[in-house]
């Protein structure tokens, strides 16, 4: 093990931890140098088991003979910068959630025909913003049946600390990438084969249980962002608007609820 004792803050290698910004690490000026930052043993190790290649490791020294120790020892002598806790959180300026932080190098994305070749049932995350938000509809779709999540690129990231632990590190194990930007992304779902579901309040929106929803092969739920909801465009270039029944003058759910029942009836229900 490559055990580095944390005596200096100031040490360059430590910047990905204390002095870079979620945005700096991602780097989109050159992808092939674009870092992030997993936080929690669980995350680490779903990261690992993807193939993500590992930088460094950010530990509480009492954690080397836990499972932080088993995940170090399978990256060979990639540097653990070990400390207190106290000491750790005076460096990064949050407590770490279970002790252990590890940067990694991001992986290349797939493109979209790739995640969609062999989906039949996908979510599309329009300008989704928030990361926990994220992080939480990535949880849903893992467990809801989704295949796969494609997201335009002026939401959120799944790769910010807060989204992959969030969501459990399931960002590494529902195949994910970004929609290409400036076009007509719609077009190409239905090129690819996808009816496509926008998740809206409209006065032509169908209910979710709608028996045609279920019989599609192929199906994109659309969802948009928090607020504001999916744009008007958008809207117009899906097969179906459809919205979720309530009660109690509810008009709408929080973005990540709604990708819940989404989820379960039209994609979980499904395959069942």
Aim: charged share 25%; hydrophobic share 45%.
């Amino acid at each position: 093990m490559n055990l580095i004792e944390i005596t200096d803050f100031s040490d360059p290698r430590l910047d990905i931890y204390a002095r870079l910004s979620e945005n700096q690490l991602l780097n989109r000026a050159d992808p092939e140098n674009s870092i992030f930052v997993a936080e929690s043993p669980l995350v680490i190790e779903r990261a690992l088991d993807a193939g993500c290649v590992p930088i460094s490791f950010l530990t509480e020294r009492k954690h080397i003979n836990g499972k932080a120790g088993d995940l170090i020892a399978r990256c060979g002598d990639v540097p653990v910068f070990a400390a207190e806790d106290g000491v750790l959180t005076e460096l990064t300026g949050f407590h770490l959630t279970r002790g252990m932080l590890c940067a990694m190098r991001r992986p290349k994305l797939p493109s979209v025909e790739e995640i969609c070749k062999d989906a039949t049932r996908i979510a599309v995350l329009e300008n989704v913003m928030n990361p926990t938000n994220i992080g939480a509809i990535f949880r849903n779709a893992a467990a809801l049946g989704v295949d796969a999540v494609l997201l335009t690129e002026a939401g959120s990231d799944p790769l910010y600390r807060r989204a992959s632990r969030v969501s459990m590190g399931n960002v590494f194990l529902i195949p994910w990438t970004y929609l290409p930007a400036d076009t007509d992304w719609t077009k190409i779902l239905h090129d690819l084969g996808f009816a496509t579901v926008a998740m809206a309040l409209r006065k032509e929106s169908v209910m979710l249980d709608d028996k045609r929803l279920n019989d599609e092969k192929r199906l994109a739920i659309v969802l948009g962002t928090e607020g504001d909801g999916l744009a008007n465009g958008t809207i117009a270039g899906c097969d179906y608007t459809v919205m979720i029944p309530m009660s109690h003058g509810v008009d709408s759910l929080n973005v990540a609820a709604a990708s819940a029942v989404a989820f379960y009836q039209l994609c979980l229900h499904k395959k069942q």
